[in-house]
Structures are given as C-alpha cells and as structure tokens.
C-alpha cells in the first residue's frame, strides 16, 4: 500500500522523500542531486509526507 500511495504523489516529492527517507540523504544532498534549494527540498518533504500520512491514516492536520 505504502508503494502505491508513494507512486501518487508528485514526482518532486516522491523524489525527494524516497532520495531521504529510504537512500538516507541529507537535504543539502537531495537537493545537490534534484538541483534544487535544501528550502524547497524540505517543502517537497513536508507536502509529500503529509499526503502520504493523509492516505494512510486519514486526517493528520491534528487539533486545530
């Protein structure tokens, strides 16, 4: 299932979080590689993995 919600997202970032979370890259590395900002790696990161957790467990937006 985690593969499947991973190849929904955008490319950039599933790019980015799979480069992170799974080959154990820095940002600055990430970003080095994609040719982006370490900045725009992090959003890319938060966007994706807050969609993935979205998929997953539903809402995660936490108390508001």
Do not use: F, K, S
Request: positive net charge; aromatic residues 2%; proline residues 3%.
């Amino acid at each position: 299932r985690l593969q499947l919600e991973l190849d929904n997202l955008l490319p950039r970032a599933r790019e980015a979080i799979v480069l992170r979370q799974v080959e154990g890259l820095t940002r600055r590395d990430v970003a080095q590689r994609t040719q982006i900002t370490a900045r725009t790696v992090q959003r890319h990161l938060t966007e994706g993995l807050r969609a993935l957790a979205q998929a997953l467990y539903g809402d995660v937006r936490g108390p508001q």
